[in-house]
Structures are given as structure tokens and as C-alpha cells.
């Protein structure tokens, strides 16, 4: 075995004895103890707190460069800045992480477990952050680690790091950090790790995300509601209309009514990478409606690959307490998630316009809110490359998904920084992420360890190599 390759393995067996000698689970412990809970404006001081205690330590030990960040957009959600440089003519990769979480919601847990402390059960340690995204980016800082020891002190390529601690209520003031500190963020390629694979037992690389729009439906008809038996017949029933306004953009069976709204055909290559995985069914995980979404695609197909239209909240009158009247309002809000190619921008018009002309012209659109969809070339050299590191670390071959079926602030990364974008998550489908009883796998923590540790060596060995490679492959497709 060449002298590389057995350094390599020492790097990734640094990682794993790190986990196999509890220096994970320690580490998980103490930043899950951080009640970093975005939603909750309180715990402003706990991000800061979070990174001065826990992330800054960690980076300055290894030589980087640390500064917090005003957020522009929301001052209770700053961000964290980190850069280790060893030469300009090394490749630079660009990592990140999210220091919040979603609320604890501590009443729901299982007897004996608390969100604040990770309660470890057989393979799994429950605590809010194991899975999303405190776990996760503790193992890729970790690996990191165990690569700069093996190579004394050297990584083989400048590293920088974007913490922000508003992910979870949808990442505000993170594109504009993009925008105003774009020099200090310039980097060849974004490697970082959230959501889940496509099973515990596979290694999974994603490309980039669904996009969503959210989407306020809305009927404000009278001050006040009037009793059903002297006025029913008489007066439009605003939640009869809405409920015939959404019947009227996604059918029965689920799929989108809107032409605007729904994607491109689905592609051979997305056909091709998404063929033999299936729609995980964790222990976990909800049992499959077959026959539900667009028709001629599998489940997978549908998640990955297609743009849904779902009602997330209804709202008319009291259902727990109804009275004989007449609501006089009626409102729903809608996701619609959607895939590259997809003419996002336009989703009130096309609302509008189809809802005219079913007669529907009394209903109220408005955005609440937007974030673009990504998907990296599955051509691309850099797709190759993680894929191969990855069978070279964990003998496995990863899945290849074009994009998560959810939405990450990956458009910040892939289109104002201009990156190819890699996600490498170290979850799996039924950790409960945003549920009572989240939790990390042990196993797949472990692997991960070592699949991060071969990723940042094979960084270092062949980054340059790669750029090249990248930069051709852009030239030729703008040609």
C-alpha cells in the first residue's frame, strides 16, 4: 500500500477512534445542552454563547480565523465567520453549519428524555440538534480534525466555515451576508452536511434543494359571521369558496392543477440516479400513499424530482367549537416546493389567473415568503470525485440524489457565491428531526466520521486536480 493511502486510513481511523473513545458523544452533549431554539427570540444570547463556548474553541484550535457577524436582516440570529489559510495556490472548500434548532417541545418526549440532554439508547441519542444540525456538523469538524493531526498540521487546502444560527426560521440575512462579505466566502467548491440520507445503511450525496414559496389563500367577506338558518343561502360561505379554490389547484389525488405551477419533464439523468433507490421506509417513517401525486412516477420520483402543492394550515370559524353562522373569513397557507426549471417567480400570477377563471375571483393571494430551487450538474467533475472518495472510505457506493425533496439555503451558496454545491448528510429518514424524540445514529455518525475524514484528505490530494477538471467541464457547457 502507497504511503498516501495508509496515511489516509490513519486519518480515518483517527476519526472513528475519536468516536469509538467517546469524543463525539461528549461533544454532542455538551452543544446540545445550548437551548439554541430560533423561534424563541429569548435565547438570542445562547447563539453567541453557543459559538463563543463551543464552535470558536474548536476552530481556533485548529488555526482558524474566527469573527461574529451582525445579522442585517434579524440581530437576534448572528452569523460565524472562520478562515484557515495555508497557500494561495491551494484549493479553499467552504463549510457550514446551523448553530439553532427548532423549539424543544419538551412536554412531548419519551419519559426519561429531554431535548437539553442527549439520552443514549441502544443505537440512538435522543436530543434536540443530534440530527439537525448540531450532530452533523460536529462530525465534519471532527474529521477535519482528525486530518489535521495525521498531517502534521496541514490540511492540503484553506478552509473556511459560515455558521448561522437562523436556519430554522428560514435563514434571514444569510444571503445578504453572501452578498456583502463575498471576498471573504470566495472559495472552489461547498461541502456541508444537513437533512438525511436516503436510508441509514447508505451513503448519500445531494446536489442541491427543492425550492418553496409559501402561500397565504385568503376570503375576508364580512366584519362578522351571521347565523346560518336566516342568512345560509343568501350569502357566499368564504371556507365552501376556499375550499373549492384549493380543490381547484390540486386535485383529489394530489396533483397540481396549475400548469405555471408544475416543472419540466422529468430528465433521463434524474431518471437514471434516482433508479433502484426507493422512498425510505424506516421504522420510522410513514407508510407510503402509492397511488398519490403526479401519476407515472414513483414516490421517490415525486419527492425528488416534481413540484408539490400542500395545505399546511386551514383555518374557518372554530372546528373545536362551531356555532350556527356563517364564518366571515376563511384562510389557508399552502407550500409549494418545486424543482430547477420551475416558474417560481411567478406563483401569485399564475394563482390568480387560474383562480379567475374558475370563477374564484373573491380569494386573496399573497407570498409569504420564497427561497430558489439548486441542483448542481450531475455531470459535474465534482460529483464524481465525492462519489469515488466515498466507496474508497466506506466500501459502499453512495446514492446520488439531483436535490433534497425539503429546502436548504443552498441558492446562497450556489447562486450568489457561485459554488458547486455538495451535501453530504448524516442523518437517516426516521430520526424525527423537528419531532419530539430526535435522535442521532450511532452507526451512521461512525461511518460518517470516517466517510468526512476521506473526504477532506482526498481534498487535499487532488482539489487542484478537480478545479481543473470543474472549470473545463464549465467552459465546454458554455460553449
Known amino acids: 500500500m502507497r504511503q498516501g493511502q495508509v496515511l489516509r486510513s490513519q486519518a480515518i481511523d483517527t476519526a472513528q477512534d475519536y468516536f469509538d473513545h ?17 423561534q424563541e427570540p429569548g435565547q438570542a444570547a445562547t447563539h453567541v454563547a453557543y459559538f463563543q463556548q463551543e464552535i470558536i474553541p474548536t476552530l481556533q484550535r485548529m488555526g482558524f480565523h474566527c469573527r461574529i457577524l451582525d445579522n442585517p436582516v434579524a440581530p437576534l440570529a448572528p452569523f460565524l465567520l472562520a478562515e484557515r489559510h495555508e497557500d494561495n495556490t491551494l484549493p479553499t472548500v467552504l463549510s457550514y453549519g446551523h448553530a439553532d434548532v427548532v423549539r424543544g417541545d419538551d412536554v412531548h418526549w419519551h419519559t426519561g428524555r429531554s431535548p437539553w440532554w442527549v439520552s443514549v439508547e441502544d443505537e440512538r441519542w435522543y436530543g434536540r440538534g443530534t440530527a439537525d444540525n448540531k450532530g452533523q456538523h460536529s462530525i465534519n469538524l471532527a474529521a477535519l480534525e482528525a486530518v489535521l493531526q495525521t498531517r502534521g498540521g496541514r490540511l492540503g487546502f484553506n478552509s473556511k466555515w459560515l455558521f448561522e444560527s437562523g436556519e430554522e426560521i428560514g435563514s434571514p440575512g444569510l444571503r445578504e451576508i453572501c452578498q456583502s462579505e463575498q471576498m471573504a466566502l470566495q472559495a472552489d467548491v461547498f461541502i456541508a452536511s444537513d437533512g438525511p440520507r436516503v436510508s441509514a445503511g447508505r451513503p448519500t450525496l445531494i446536489l442541491g434543494s427543492r425550492g418553496s414559496v409559501l402561500i397565504e389563500l385568503q376570503l375576508l367577506l364580512r366584519k362578522s359571521g351571521h347565523h346560518s338558518g336566516n342568512w345560509g343561502g343568501a350569502l357566499r360561505n368564504p371556507a365552501v369558496l376556499l375550499s373549492h379554490a384549493i380543490a381547484s389547484l390540486v386535485n383529489a389525488h394530489g396533483v397540481i392543477n396549475v400548469e405555471g405551477l408544475r416543472p419540466p419533464p422529468l430528465g433521463a439523468a434524474v431518471r437514471n440516479a434516482l433508479s433502484g433507490l426507493t422512498l425510505a421506509g424506516e421504522a420510522n417513517s410513514p407508510q407510503v400513499d402509492t397511488d398519490w401525486g403526479e401519476p407515472g412516477l414513483s414516490p421517490l420520483e415525486r419527492v425528488i424530482g416534481w413540484n408539490t402543492l400542500e395545505v399546511l394550515a386551514l383555518q374557518a370559524g372554530d372546528a373545536n367549537k362551531p356555532v350556527n353562522a356563517i364564518p366571515p373569513t376563511a384562510k389557508a397557507v399552502c407550500q409549494l416546493r418545486f424543482v430547477v426549471g420551475t416558474d417560481w417567480r411567478n406563483t401569485r400570477q399564475h394563482i390568480v389567473s387560474h383562480l379567475q377563471r374558475h370563477g374564484l375571483e373573491h380569494v386573496q393571494v399573497r407570498i409569504l415568503s420564497s427561497a430558489a430551487a439548486t441542483r448542481l450538474a450531475l455531470d459535474n467533475p465534482w460529483v464524481r470525485w465525492t462519489l469515488d472518495s466515498i466507496q474508497l472510505s466506506t466500501d459502499k457506493q453512495a446514492a446520488l440524489l439531483p436535490n433534497l425533496g425539503g429546502t436548504v439555503p443552498n441558492d ?53 486536480q478537480i478545479i481543473a477538471q470543474a472549470a473545463a467541464h464549465t467552459g465546454e457547457n458554455h460553449v
Open 22 to 38: 467517546g469524543g463525539l458523544l461528549s461533544d454532542v452533549q455538551r452543544r446540545v445542552a445550548f437551548h439554541t431554539e430560533s
Open 412 to 464: 446562497a451558496f450556489a447562486d450568489i457565491l457561485g459554488l458547486p454545491t455538495l451535501w453530504l448528510p448524516h442523518s437517516y429518514p426516521g430520526c424525527a428531526q423537528h419531532a419530539p424524540n430526535e435522535h442521532l445514529l450511532a452507526p451512521v455518525a461512525r461511518e460518517a466520521l470516517g466517510l468526512m475524514a476521506g473526504i477532506w484528505w482526498d481534498l487535499g490530494e487532488q482539489g487542484s
